[in-house]
T-cell receptor, first 113, second 116 residues
Framework: AQSVTQPDIHITVSEGASLELRCNYS??????LFWYVQSPGQGLQLLLK??????LVQGIKGFEAEFKRSQSSFNLRKPSVHWSDAAEYFC???????????FGTGTLLAVQP | DAMVIQNPRYQVTQFGKPVTLSCSQT?????MYWYQQKSSQAPKLLFH???????NEADTPDNFQSRRPNTSFCFLDIRSPGLGDAAMYLC???????????????FGPGTRLTVL
């Protein structure tokens, strides 16, 4: 079955430090992949998406992600984290027989001053 | 700005008392989704409308129903809410055209349901 895995449940980084959130997928064909961010009590906001083409995709708020087929990964990165980036981040994807968006379990990001 | 709107943002109901949550969109998207999200969990798809076609997830309880009277509006009805139905309910929309199977989903801010 198709799946999206986020290995890190909780990550803490210092403000100004770089960030990488991990995401792995299991789809046979090229998946459609997304990163969403959710602040407390809010809906999900799309940060970026990968459908095809350039494997390094740029998103909003200074985020980027790189699709690596050989590693079945789609990790989210930001060079310098701001306190306002503290939130929950969900990786999600489509692929295979189902047309349902499959979510990872989320990574909760805390930012230390 | 085009958007997905959910009302109310917070809803309190009593155990067993029917409740309706509302979603509207100005994106003119043809697909609308309802998700349930419990604390510290990923959203769980309840059902979706592809145009007027209703698609229920196999594990969605019968207690949950939905209506889509027109393109812009979609409602989630919980006929007899139990304590376990307390959650954030998220509405999302997507535009699927020309044989597309996938596209990004746009989410509303959610309705936080409390069951007393």
């Amino acid at each position: 079955a198709q799946s999206v895995t986020q290995p890190d449940i909780h990550i803490t980084v210092s403000e100004g430090a770089s960030l990488e959130l991990r995401c792995n997928y299991s789809y046979g064909a090229t998946p459609y992949l997304f990163w969403y961010v959710q602040s407390p009590g809010q809906g999900l906001q799309l940060l970026l998406k990968y459908f095809s083409g350039d494997t390094l995709v740029q998103g909003i708020k200074g985020f980027e992600a790189e699709f690596k087929r050989s590693q079945s990964s789609f990790n989210l990165r930001k060079p310098s984290v701001h306190w306002s980036d503290a939130a929950e981040y969900f990786c999600a994807g489509y692929g295979g027989a189902t047309n349902k968006l499959i979510f990872g379990t989320g990574t909760l990001l805390a930012v230390q001053p | 700005d085009a958007m997905v709107i959910q009302n109310p943002r917070y809803q309190v109901t009593q155990f067993g008392k029917p409740v309706t949550l509302s979603c509207s969109q100005t994106l003119n998207h043809n697909v609308m989704y309802w998700y349930q999200q419990k604390s510290s969990q990923a959203p769980k798809l309840l059902f979706h409308y592809y145009d007027k076609d209703f698609n229920n997830e196999a594990d969605t309880p019968d207690n949950f129903q939905s209506r889509r009277p027109n393109t812009s509006f979609c409602f989630l009805d919980i006929r007899s809410p139990g304590l376990g139905d307390a959650a954030m309910y998220l509405c999302a929309t997507s535009r699927l055209a020309g044989g597309m199977r996938y596209n990004e989903q746009f989410f509303g801010p959610g309705t936080r349901l409390t069951v007393l």
